[in-house]
């Protein structure tokens, strides 16, 4: 990976941010912000690699450069998975993080899942490399928790009010610094997963 300059993906800024935070500290790798005259990759995928590959591809092919992008899903025991796939869009196509988290604590409460062992969940990244030659690269990443009764902290976004990962005193994503947060959380897991794997490769990997 050293050496080696990427295209961020994601429309996403909260998100944009929070990966070149995390790869920031990798020597060698220049990140390259997305250009603004490249659509919104439309995510039709099935499944978190399905659309991880759908955007990295996609700018990959706009700009000529290797890309990397994520896709992340919270899935929540007591929904049967969901909201998944469909986390960012889970109260409607264009939602507001806030309308997603009030969905998510309505239908927990529409559910009876009151105790917290009623309320187990895990968030879930996918962080895709897609190469001018074709060839891709792709990690998950994991943490499990909770989803708290209520929204608290004001730091993070999307879910991470809601989502206290097991292991760390109790508290949200959202109630952590920046640090604390890129330590433990999947996204933080997925992309320094991934440096790793592509440094240990050469940057050839040509598939999971």
């Given at each position: 990976?050293?050496?080696?300059?990427?295209?961020?993906?994601?429309?996403?800024?909260?998100?944009?941010?929070?990966?070149?935070?995390?790869?920031?500290?990798?020597?060698?790798?220049?990140?390259?912000?997305?250009?603004?005259?490249?659509?919104?990759?439309?995510?039709?995928?099935?499944?978190?690699?399905?659309?991880?590959r759908?955007?990295?591809?996609?700018?990959?092919?706009?700009?000529?450069?290797?890309?990397?992008?994520?896709?992340?899903?919270?899935?929540?025991?007591?929904?049967?998975?969901?909201?998944?796939?469909?986390?960012?869009?889970f109260?409607?196509?264009?939602?507001?993080?806030?309308?997603?988290?009030?969905?998510?604590?309505?239908?927990?409460e529409?559910?009876?899942?009151?105790?917290?062992?009623?309320?187990?969940?895990?968030?879930?990244?996918?962080?895709?490399?897609?190469?001018?030659d074709?060839?891709?690269?792709?990690?998950?990443?994991?943490?499990?928790?909770?989803?708290?009764?209520?929204?608290?902290?004001?730091g993070?976004?999307?879910?991470?009010?809601?989502?206290?990962?097991?292991?760390?005193d109790?508290?949200?994503?959202?109630?952590?610094?920046?640090?604390?947060?890129?330590?433990?959380?999947?996204?933080g897991?997925?992309f320094?997963?991934?440096?790793?794997?592509?440094?240990?490769?050469?940057?050839?990997?040509?598939?999971?």
């Amino acid at each position: 990976m050293p050496g080696h300059t990427y295209v961020l993906a994601s429309a996403n800024v909260d998100k944009a941010a929070e990966i070149a935070d995390i790869l920031g500290a990798v020597p060698g790798l220049t990140l390259v912000p997305r250009p603004a005259d490249v659509p919104d990759v439309e995510e039709t995928g099935e499944t978190l690699e399905d659309n991880a590959r759908l955007k990295a591809r996609a700018l990959c092919e706009a700009t000529g450069q290797s890309a990397v992008a994520d896709d992340t899903g919270l899935e929540v025991e007591a929904l049967d998975g969901a909201p998944g796939v469909y986390s960012a869009r889970f109260a409607g196509e264009g939602a507001s993080y806030a309308a997603n988290v009030a969905k998510l604590l309505s239908e927990l409460e529409r559910v009876g899942a009151v105790e917290p062992d009623a309320r187990r969940a895990r968030f879930l990244s996918v962080a895709f490399v897609a190469r001018p030659d074709g060839t891709e690269a792709w990690v998950e990443g994991e943490v499990t928790g909770v989803i708290t009764p209520e929204a608290r902290g004001t730091g993070g976004f999307g879910y991470d009010p809601v989502f206290a990962p097991d292991g760390f005193d109790g508290r949200t994503f959202a109630e952590m610094s920046a640090d604390e947060k890129h330590a433990v959380s999947h996204r933080g897991r997925a992309f320094r997963a991934l440096a790793e794997r592509l440094t240990a490769d050469g940057d050839e990997v040509t598939g999971s």
